[in-house]
């Protein structure tokens, strides 16, 4: 759907740009190799040109026509593209590098997973280029931030929900401890490894020699090596200082051998994995909401009946929140709801994505039908003829509110 968005904007532009920022390598590469396959394929049957497509890897390197380029050999191809054509369209795809590319002046922003970003990142690209007025700017989530539903309710952010999607199973999501781990959680990914099918075990932290021991937080390196004296050599380990973490993650996808992945958040978003039915998240009280559900995400993919994710903790912390929310809510919506009822939604117009700062907590509980209903009732207000309208009271609050601003 993104794309289709994209290329019907740049379409109708005599000359353009668009971006789309990822959060993660895995998942920008995975845009730029699906994008690139829908072009080649509308082509066959439409004969319309497309857009050149840039994949930067880096800040200092990139990819077009599936050959990888340097920055200074990219800029000569484009001078040349544009001296043979004034009226190029241009799509980037990228992650962070996007940001410090000064090439990169967008008519258009699309954020993926932009829970992953912070204000100011997401709002660096729609100020790159000064002499033009701000960029159109397009946001996706399955669970979006809490300040991300306060501005729809303001109309900030006009919201589009995709109640259903094809081919995602319900998957079963409880809680268990960790002094249990060594018999009922090692028993369950032994029982999904006997069916042939795949694990993810997912990890807070990466232990390095610098780290003092914390007998609480499980790293990649003690989990991939107590799961391994179990499993043998069907346990992989990646995380995001790994620089082979795409080929690990290949490994995990196309072999029959490797039925175990011990990993961060690094498979958080882009990672998809047909054969994977559990997911296994350890010491998960220190994970977001959104977070959670995002790497739940992972498995279901598939037409398996028994898709399982296993929110493994301390005893201590078995009466939290947000677990147990995970446990009896599946809706991406409905759990941002609850993100805004634990967290806040942060500053409107501030860089705090959460907090409670503002008044915005008495809409906690509303539907998606009921925020576009308040977006379209505010979008119909005439600011400018408030008293007119009978409208008396509202006027004296934004008086007043507009005041404290000129204020400060």
Known sequence: MAFLIALTYLKNLKAGQVCMLAPTEVLAYQHYVNLLQFCNNSNKKTQQGFPIVVYLSSKKNCINDEVKLTKKALEKKLDKLMCEDKNQR??????????????????????????????EQRKKLSQKDQSKTSPHYISFSATPIPRTLALSIYSSLKPHFLETLPGRKKINTRINYFEDFETNIINQIQAK???????????????????EPNEELWSTTL???????????????????????????????????????????????????????????????????????????????????????????????????????LCEIHSGFELAQKDLELRGSGDMYGKNQSGYDSEIEGFIGLGPEKYQQIAELVGGIDFGNLKQNGLERLERFVKKESSKVWDE
């Open 193 to 211: 490894v006997n069916l042939g099918q795949k694990v993810y075990v997912v990890c807070p932290r990466i232990e390095t020699d610098q780290e």
């Open 90 to 119: 241009i799509f980037w795809i990228g992650t962070h590098s996007l940001l410090f590319n000064e090439l990169v002046k967008p008519d258009l922003v699309m954020v993926d997973e932009q829970h992953r970003f912070g204000v």
């Open 223 to 325: 989990t991939a090596r107590k799961l391994g004296k179990v499993f043998g050599d069907k346990v992989l380990e990646v995380h995001g200082k790994k620089a082979e973490k795409k080929e690990i993650l290949d490994e995990f996808k196309n072999s029959m051998e490797k039925q175990i992945l011990v990993t961060t958040t690094v498979v958080e978003v882009g990672v998809d994995v047909g054969e994977a039915t559990l997911m296994v998240i350890l010491n998960s009280e220190r994970f977001g909401l959104a977070a959670l559900h995002q790497l739940r995400g992972r498995v279901g993919r598939n037409d398996y009946k028994d898709n399982q994710c296993i929110l493994v903790t301390w005893k201590k912390f078995s009466r939290s929140r947000r677990l147990r929310y």
